[in-house]
């Protein structure tokens, strides 16, 4: 099975930053959309951020605009993103998605806390 690998994830204090990447070398083709969504204790899975094909669009949920920055690469099959003024309510587990021909690859996720 297909599976997309994360790196990035950790502990940081409220205020600091982290850099989610993901890479899918199985993947073959582009996909129509990257991105991340996260899921906090108790919680929905939610998108966060997402790209299409190229980085023409980008979509970011409203609570981290000014705060997250998507960033893919088709030639390297990957997608990143900057985590910058991290909060406590930003803990969760994040996954990386890739679109491809009607399917969705997932990433088992990696783990995110923010505290002090």
């Known amino acids: 099975q297909v599976q997309l690998v994360e790196s990035g994830g950790g502990l940081v204090q409220p205020g600091g930053s982290l850099r989610l990447s993901c890479v899918s070398p199985?993947?073959?083709?582009?996909?129509?959309?990257m991105g991340w969504f996260r899921q906090a204790p108790g919680k929905a899975r939610e998108l966060i951020a997402s790209s299409s094909e190229g980085g023409v669009t980008s979509y970011y949920k409203d609570s981290v605009k000014g705060r997250f920055t998507i960033s893919r690469d088709d030639a390297e099959m990957t997608v990143t993103l900057q985590m910058n003024s991290l909060k406590p309510e930003d803990t969760a587990v994040y996954y990386c998605f890739a679109d491809l021909r009607g399917f969705r690859y997932w990433g088992p996720g990696t783990q995110v806390t923010v505290s002090a």
């Open positions: 199985e993947l073959t083709g582009n996909p129509s959309s």
